[in-house]
């Protein structure tokens, strides 16, 4: 595991094949990264990305790299589905934060 340069980030691997990136104050989990492989290093790049090492079951070390820019994961994940969340579905996954379309390019809830 390590602490961002700010020492408000903490990155650890798991033994899941799961990177987690987490406020260091809070141990709120803010991004978790599924990889193929054990994590056995990870290393803060400046303030918004992690690179990552780690041994896949063939024994290769993979090199990762994850942003963890708040803006740039939107874009992905925006890239990614085929519509906004639910209602139903924000408020399981965010619960108590006001409903809005997080992807404005994507068919609105149903």
């Known amino acids: 595991m390590t602490f961002s340069p700010d020492g408000k980030l903490l990155a650890m691997g798991t033994m899941g094949n799961i990177v987690r990136v987490m406020d260091a104050?809070?141990?709120?989990?803010?991004?978790?990264?599924?990889?193929?492989?054990?994590?056995?290093?990870a290393a803060f790049q400046?303030?918004?990305?992690?690179?990552?090492?780690?041994?896949?079951?063939?024994?290769?070390?993979?090199i990762?790299?994850?942003s963890i820019d708040p803006a740039e994961l939107i874009r992905d994940a925006c890239s990614r589905l085929p519509r906004n969340l639910t209602?139903?579905?924000?408020?399981?996954?965010l619960p108590g934060e006001p409903y809005r379309a997080t992807c404005p390019n994507l068919p609105p809830e149903r």
């Open 46 to 62: 400046g303030n918004l990305s992690i690179v990552i090492a780690a041994i896949t079951s063939a024994n290769e070390i993979e």
């Open 25 to 41: 104050a809070t141990g709120k989990d803010l991004i978790r990264h599924m990889g193929n492989g054990r994590y056995t290093t």
């Open 87 to 93: 209602r139903e579905e924000w408020n399981q996954y």
């Open 64 to 66: 990762s790299h994850i």
